[in-house]
C-alpha cells in the first residue's frame, strides 16, 4: 500500500541579518533533514518543546512554507511549492487558535464554500449539499452559515475549522495543537469527533501538541522532535512507557500528571542550544546525564533499532 506521506530529506533553514548586498549573516536550521512516513489511516503524533521545528515542520507539508531542500509526496505523487491547489485537495490545515484562523469579515458559508471553488469549481447546488453533509458530519446546525466567527465558542469555532478542512476533500489532516486552547471537557468531544471523523472518511492524521497524555491517548506511532531534527520513532504506548532517548524520557518524566509533584532536571542546561551557534555534535548533549566525548564531537543519526523503533542517540538507555 503506498504511504499517505512521505517526506525525504526535508529540511528549513532561515537567513538571519539580511543584508542589501551579499549572503546574509547567519543561517538558522529550522529544521534538519529528516526522513518520515505515515501510512494510510494511520494518526502520527508529532511532540517536542516549543522551538523544536513541529510548526515548521507542519507549514512545510502543507505547503504554506517552502522548503529550503528535500521532497514530499502525498498518496505516492510528488507535490511541489509550484501547485499550491495539489497541496489543498489532498492535505488540509487544522489551526491551534480556531477563532483567529477564520476570516472575521466572512460568513461561514463563505468561509466553507472557498476550498469548494478554489479547488474543486463546485457549481452552487453541489456546494451547499456538500456543505449540509460535512456539517452533519462535524455536529453543527446549518442556521450557523449566516453567522460570523466571532459569535462561536472555541469548540465550535474548531469544529468549522475542521469542517474547512473536510470540505476540501483532503484526506490527510495536519492538527496543529488543535484542543490546547480549548476548554478540557470541550477537548474530550474535539478528539472523540476527530476519531469518529477518522473512521468515517478514511483519514490520516498528523498530530501536534505539547500535551503528551492527548498524544498518547490519540495517536499509533510518535515522532520525537529536538532541536529540528526527529530523535526518537515509534508506536505511541512504548514510546512514552519505555523510552529510549534521554530526550523522550526527560519529556516523559516533566508531564504534569495528578497527584505526583512537578519535576524539573537539575545541574545541566534546560534550554534549547543556540541555533545562532549550534553545537557540534548531538544537540541535546550538554543537557544529557549520558553524554560521552564523541556525543559532544559527532551527530548521531536516526536509525531502527528494532521491528518498530527508530532512534538518533549513541547511548540508549536500554543500554
Known sequence: MTAALKVTGLSKTFAVGKRLFGPPRALVHAVQPLNLTVEQGETLGIVGESGCGKSTLARMLVGLLPPSAGAIELNGYAVGAADPAAFGRKIQYVFQDPISSLNPRKTIREIMEAPLKHLHQMDAETRQARIREIFAAVNLRE???????HEFSGGQAQRIGIARALAA???ILILDEPVSALDVSVQAQVLNLLADLKAEFGLTYLFISHDLAVVEAVSDRVAVLYFGAVVEVGPAEEVFARPKHPYTKLLADSAPVVGRGLT?????E????????PPEGCAFAARCAFATDRCRKEKPQLIRTDAVTEIACFNPLES
Open 143 to 149: 442556521e450557523f452559515l449566516g453567522r460570523y466567527p
Open 169 to 171: 476533500d483532503a484526506r
Open 264 to 268: 524539573a532536571p537539575e545541574g545541566r
Open 270 to 277: 534546560t534550554e534549547l542550544p543556540d541555533p545562532l551557534h
